[in-house]
């Protein structure tokens, strides 16, 4: 097996932007474009499977079974504004090789159906949390607008990593723009406001309305667990365990 | 060299079922595949090599010497029901591609011979063991089978690792239906008794009839190390190692 | 993506010495030869790009994005000296497969322009520091040259780890003759001192006049580094951690 | 660059056998067949390279450089016995694809050469050290033989690790038998001993005569130096690190 896309429908789209939300720091990007497949009823029509995933499968509420995958969904624009292919999934690839292999796989699906912008979606940590959107683009126009649109620039210097970061840098060799929107977050927990943060950003962006009320029930759950969890880690903090995020990590890092 | 099966001899099978049991979890599902194949007698005829083996040779009884590997037996059902291939050895794949690669073969193989029906076989663990066998499909028939044979529906979310899972995960494009069945243990140490549950059910499911008893002396002597171990583990608990399984996890994990 | 090199501009060069200097030990070899480049304004020619580079990538002053990759620039010889090709880049390959491909990728490319001589610059790193330039080639003359123009012949047996040694090792077998300069160094920080002790050899090497006031400066802010770090490092050495360099490695190691 | 022999001379073996000695545990195979080398004064005909070893190069007595490599010699034998093909080198795969990979190239070219018989050489750790010579085969009359010339048969279910192993498992598809010898020791140093005592073995079951008084200087200062770690271990042994032979390890599995 390799690393494919296999479709589920032809479909023809007009100036669609690709906008990438795999599951990486806090869970950012998979929150934020998951709540966009749903609130737009954006529409399944391709899946990405690769070795480079996990050697797992994931049982489904039915006691049904599946290989770790990306899932492409398409929105036709009812407006002039541009169509929207979003890509959410499962998990990103474990290994260098990897990455490249699955990102170079995912632009090149885009570039079948003429994506010349690509948006990834992701998660910004600072010790603080905070509620900015930061963005990196390959193309300075793209950049201002994303400014426009409430974000802040990027520090320099700082590493994006995974697939939100490589999308971008691959799209140079392929005749696209790209820009990146990632959410501030503490980042050791999945972090629907930071997404909501997010998605404010990229729907004024995209000139698109989305009601964000849907993600305050997901806000109000998170706030409650942060809640808890701090009264725990006072005690864990003396094994130091809790700094480097051990027991979160794996447990919200793949599946989702 | 490449991951590729070695044909011992020539076989024709009626519509058969691929029974899998590589080790696994307390090596659950190599017990029980292995307890068929002697309960059985079914027959060796074929054997899977694979560079992503563990590279070490296995010594045996008369100091013969050979690579790590997967062992195909096929068993012919004097009855109408269907014939079995089963599959055991003595290592799983060690990397993300390695498993991803050998269970494709593994697939390729079962095809060849007319395979329509795949069932896995492992341990699932739990922090206070259990009696009863997990199960998940890809196809709501064959779920339902295994119901109405003993099993009780995995829960939706969990992961399933390793061959176990992915052979069910690949089978979504290869035009069969696979069935995983996973004993409930503790996970520490080999398990034969989770290895009789799982038995019980995928009899029954196949409508075969085997007689257990031959595992009877294995439990009991299981039951003796476990009650030797919950001494010592008094003691290893203060340094925290016992918990995480360090000990015997290599130890079981590779080499039967 | 494939590890490759992407032209920007032909150039042809009368017989160009390559000179590599990747990030790696204290980063001498990429702070001397990025020092070469600033100094003779050379000019970029080349790019290296590949899948064995980490997967992030790199936000630049201005929020722009790139992938991390080599880059190669050209300094045309006005005197009757060879001209040079210079190697940068902001990382080296994350797998022992991956340092050999880009190391045989970066010669082919050396080749095609003519290059009979590859001279790689790393550090030493030796406990106490020291000054001396430490030299081992693939050819006898060479290492005179070097031993005349100030080094010091390596030691035997000591390894010269990743692409500064693998460059070396492979024109072997690319009828080129190659020579490793290494500036002694602690080697727990950045150390533009040795990178200058690095640059008096390999100047004097090539009969080039280069001013090297420019890195006084930096040295200067090194030292203070180096003291403040001293007075912090009193305490770290109870864990033992500091001696191992766990803090600094990654931090330095990969962008520059 | 992949992994491949480089042929220096052609050369015409009367049914050579192949004796392979890459470091491993203790050294002792590298050191036995290097040995042998020496005494029997064979002569250097080919070189294997691989980028499955590691990325680094060794500088030699003067100065000059060169990958890690695998050395093929040969001798030939004065009396009626077979030839021999003796391999040593510096090192051996860092992975396991790595380690499949070469040991299947060293057969290829084995076959080449009209080797029917390969014997790997190796030690094996037992706690309190010992003086025999374990040996298993791929053939009931090989190990006969090697029973004969003073070596016992390996226990059963005892992994041998590596090439010393892998060579011996890949020979069953290849119409070669093949025999390992490993020479007990206690594994955390070099073991010239064991080296001695695995060479009787093997010059015997070869009707070879070599004497092994240049080995015993050698023996000598290993038990000195074995002398002088068993009063500093009482120390280390407080931190557990000896017994994992943490120290040793690296500085004497790669280069010799």
């Given at each position: 097996m390799r690393t494919e896309v296999r479709?589920?429908?032809?479909?023809?789209?007009?100036?669609?932007v690709l906008v990438e939300g795999l599951p990486g720091m806090a869970l950012v990007g998979r929150l934020a474009v998951g709540y966009l497949v749903e609130a737009l009823r954006a529409e399944k029509f391709a899946e990405l499977y690769s070795p480079h995933f996990p050697y797992y499968v994931i049982?489904?509420?039915?006691?049904?079974?599946?290989?770790?995958?990306?899932?492409?969904?398409?929105?036709?624009?009812?407006?002039?504004?541009?169509?929207?292919?979003?890509?959410?999934?499962?998990?990103q690839a474990q290994t260098n090789e990897g990455q490249y292999e699955v990102a170079t796989c995912v632009l090149e699906f885009a570039r079948e159906h003429g994506v010349k912008t690509v948006i990834t979606v992701g998660g910004y940590r600072t010790d603080s949390g905070g509620s900015r959107v930061v963005c990196a683009s390959t193309n300075r126009k793209l950049l201002v607008k994303a400014v426009e649109a409430g974000a802040v620039i990027s520090p320099p210097g700082s590493p994006i990593v995974g697939i939100a970061g490589l999308l971008l840098g691959l799209t140079n060799f392929m005749d696209m723009d790209a820009l990146c929107l990632l959410g501030e977050t503490k980042g050791h927990l999945p972090d629907p406001r930071a997404a909501k943060n997010v998605l404010k950003v990229l729907s004024?962006?995209?000139?698109?309305?989305?009601?964000?009320?849907?993600?305050?029930?997901?806000?109000?759950?998170?706030?409650?667990?942060?809640?808890?969890?701090?009264?725990?880690?006072?005690?864990?903090?003396?094994?130091g365990e809790a700094r480097e995020g051990k027991r979160t990590g794996p447990r919200y890092g793949y599946i989702v």
């Open positions: 479709k589920l429908k032809k479909v023809k789209l007009r100036s669609p049982v489904d509420d039915e006691g049904r079974i599946r290989l770790p995958r990306g899932e492409f969904y398409y929105w036709r624009n009812p407006d002039k504004g541009p169509d929207l292919i979003l890509l959410i999934g499962d998990s004024k962006l995209l000139g698109i309305e989305v009601d964000f009320r849907g993600l305050d029930e997901s806000i109000r759950k998170a706030d409650r667990i942060e809640e808890l969890l701090s009264e725990v880690e006072v005690g864990e903090l003396l094994t």
